[in-house]
């Protein structure tokens, strides 16, 4: 990319994060709030929603890209879906916030949204596995590609529960993603990338400790949402579609946290849909550690991830995978660490 045009894209960037901001203090000023409960880890009563920012600046970008940008372009089809579907995941997620739907009915919502985003053409067709060769997924690559969105769409949702950490997580992914796709000609999800860190960045100052608005279902959802759907659009930059990985790598912290909470409390007996504080992020918080020091640890993961995103990169396609267990025994000493913070306090994993 040429300098010029980098300036360019910055500089449009720049103003989708003015914009953002702006919509977030309209967002603050509107407050719909977020009331303290038992499960909650603010004492007073916050404004949410704060995702329409993010949502406002990213389709803003979006629909100028469609329009002006033809370096940026994929089918028709494709880039419509992907717009068609975030406008229907932030419509879901900003009822959810206004009047708390049901979790079967957001769920169905969800899916239907990313069945959007499948029905336009990003599917993942083809995975690698290291030192056997890659497997053609046929007609299981639309129910996985569909278990993906909704599962790290869930994630992500599962993991705003302190201020900053998601809200700063996400824009270091989005911006390394945009770095990446860069790097590799993935024009269309570099400036997809790019408006989504866009928008987070107007977001980020509005919601550092203590948070003056929080993001919300609208823009939680949205980002996971976003980000997913850019996984699959990223398998095409190589040819064995393996750079699907990318995506995950970056996220690992969050997808790990998720993943593991889920697992435990399934084997604790508990009940899956009920709200609660047992994340190891909360769990570290309620145990002593400051607000802050657990946010900037997980933006910490998130920059770790995007190194080894770029080893990823350089490796040869049979070891690609491998790139995964550094970031996984990070977590696994978070996982430690959290573990003795819960000890020490004495407070339980319930």
Not at 104 to 120: C, K, N, P, Y
Not at 289 to 298: D, S
């Amino acid at each position: 990319m040429l300098p010029s045009a980098a300036l360019t894209h910055l500089g449009f960037a720049a103003a989708l994060a003015l914009l953002s901001a702006l919509t977030v203090r309209g967002m603050v000023a509107a407050a719909i709030l977020d009331r303290p409960n038992a499960r909650s880890e603010h004492a007073s009563p916050t404004p949410r929603g704060g995702g329409v920012g993010p949502v406002v600046a990213f389709l803003a970008g979006m629909l100028a890209l469609f329009q002006l940008a033809e370096f940026a372009r994929i089918a028709d089809p494709q880039f419509l879906g992907v717009i068609a579907a975030a406008v229907a995941i932030a419509g879901v997620g900003l009822a959810d916030d206004v009047r708390s739907l049901p979790a079967t009915l957001r769920l169905l919502a969800q899916l239907g949204a990313a069945l959007v985003a499948v029905a336009s053409g990003l599917v993942v067709t083809r995975v690698e596995i290291p030192w056997t060769g890659g497997i053609e997924l046929g007609w299981l690559g639309v129910p996985l590609t569909l278990l993906w969105i909704v599962g790290c769409t869930n994630a992500v949702n599962f993991m705003d529960g302190l201020d900053g950490l998601a809200g700063g997580t996400l824009l270091v992914a989005a911006a390394a993603l945009a770095a990446i796709a860069a790097m590799q000609g993935g024009w269309f999800v570099y400036a997809a990338s790019l408006f989504l860190a866009a928008g987070l960045a107007g977001f980020l100052p509005f919601n550092l400790h203590p948070a003056r608005i929080f993001l919300g279902d609208v823009g939680s959802q949205f980002a996971g949402f976003v980000l997913a759907v850019l996984a699959v659009a990223a398998a095409r930059f190589d040819a064995q579609q393996l750079s699907f990985l990318i995506v995950p790598l970056l996220m690992f912290g969050l997808l790990f946290d998720a993943g593991f909470t889920l697992a435990r409390r399934a084997l604790m007996g508990e009940r899956l849909a009920e709200g609660h504080r047992t994340h190891l992020y909360q769990l570290a918080q309620r145990a002593g550690m400051g607000v802050g020091a657990v946010a900037a640890l997980h933006w910490a993961f998130a920059a770790f991830h995007a190194l080894l995103a770029l080893l990823f990169l350089a490796l040869a396609p049979p070891w690609k995978p491998l790139v995964v267990l550094p970031a996984l025994a990070v977590q696994l000493c978070w996982l430690a660490h959290v573990a003795r913070l819960v000890g020490a306090a004495r407070i339980g994993w319930r």
